[in-house]
């Protein structure tokens, strides 16, 4: 029987061995006599801490396309992405539009492990449709599923893996539910009445599933603003309009979890204008010459921790030496305090697996 479908009337995962989560304490090879190595938990509050870690830790993260259909698939595409790489933490990457999914929205899976759904039903078509959207319990429909999942990703990985549940902002929300970026932008400049009681709605459904995803085994959430943080879409004034309030009102739903993280997205991004958002970790395009280097938002961002260095040109290069070199400048730009090596974003299907395991290898090998 397949483990995911064993059990009394509902799926649960096997238990199986995790190197590095839950099979005791490991010698850090060259650490020194009788110095053991972390726990991935343990290695992350030290990082929050503002200590410095037994090694470098590090995290990527993707979509599964052709395996996230059901609960049952995502989580052992999730687990299985894990254990190939041993992260110090799993980003848990959800069905690509799960969150469009409530208010009607369908999608047809092509099938290959590089294509993204396609979206075939499009429920919101004018400003009145995004205004008259009503509120979503978060254990129905698309929303109950990734909470299985995620409860099936922790039953498999055990308490010692710090696991983050992805939740994007209302406006990105918004955007996927009309269709384009472009028709949120016209919308919210043209009937912003029509766009904020949408918010509204999208808002108080996202902050009980946000809520739901810690009670499912999440340790926190990653808080997406995908394409809408950015000067390339939205002027500030209008972020701070269409965009703050909604967001810090889902992160102070959730300010009780000890691992959230911010990621804003995109070149141009809005990084320091959501620079004060209460979280420990901020994730953003580092690698990108239109956004802060690792370096200089050291010292905008305060205590928070960052987390990225790599670039997706990297990740997908012939070799493993572009991401080697990125990772090295990464930990040079900030001295490894602080600092969770990882990608700019989610990061492509096509990334190379060498590349990745030399990443991996940097950072577990990595001694101060």
């Not at 029509?194 to 808002?203: D, K, Q, Y």
């Not at 603003?225 to 965009?243: D, H, I, Q, S």
């Not at 810090?248 to 070149?267: K, P, T």
């Amino acid at each position: 029987m397949d483990p995911l479908l064993a059990g009394a009337g509902r799926p649960v995962l096997l238990r199986r061995g995790n190197p590095g989560a839950g099979s005791g304490p490991e010698k850090i090879p060259g650490g020194g006599p009788g110095l053991m190595a972390a726990s991935h938990r343990e290695r992350i509050e030290r990082v929050l801490a503002g200590e410095r870690p037994d090694r470098l830790p590090y995290a990527f993260w993707r979509h599964f396309y052709d395996q996230e259909s059901s609960a049952q698939d995502l989580a052992r595409a999730m687990v299985a992405w894990y254990r190939e790489y041993d992260f110090d933490f799993l980003k848990v990457n959800p069905r690509a539009q799960y969150h469009v999914e409530p208010w009607g929205a369908r999608f047809e899976y092509p099938g290959g492990p590089h294509d993204r759904p396609r979206q075939v039903t499009f429920p919101v078509r004018t400003p009145e449709d995004l205004a008259a959207i009503r509120p979503v319990p978060p254990d129905s429909g698309a929303l109950g599923e990734q909470l299985e999942a995620l409860r099936l990703i922790r039953r498999e990985l055990g308490p010692d893996v710090p696991m983050v549940a992805t939740i994007f902002n209302p406006l990105s929300i918004a955007a996927d539910l009309v269709g384009s970026d472009a028709t949120l932008v016209r919308w919210l400049r043209e009937y912003p009445a029509a766009v904020e009681a949408g918010l509204e709605t999208i808002t108080r459904t996202f902050i009980p599933f946000a809520q739901a995803c810690l009670e499912a085994g999440a340790d926190g959430i990653f808080f997406a603003t995908t394409t809408l943080a950015t000067r390339n879409t939205l002027t500030e004034e209008e972020y701070r309009r269409f965009g703050r309030p909604y967001d810090l009102r889902v992160l102070g739903a959730v300010s009780s979890a000890w691992f959230n993280i911010l990621h804003v997205c995109q070149e141009n991004s809005m990084l320091y204008l959501l620079a004060d958002y209460p979280v420990p970790a901020v994730n953003w395009a580092a690698t990108s010459s239109t956004n802060p280097s690792l370096g200089e938002a050291r010292a905008r961002l305060g205590g928070k921790v960052l987390i990225g260095g790599v670039s997706h040109r990297a990740l997908t290069a012939p070799d493993p030496e572009a991401a080697l070199s990125e990772a090295r400048r990464a930990v040079e730009e900030t001295g490894g305090i602080r600092f969770i090596l990882g990608p700019d974003c989610s990061i492509p299907t096509t990334s190379r697996p060498e590349n990745l395991r030399a990443v991996a290898d940097f950072a577990r090998n990595y001694r101060w």
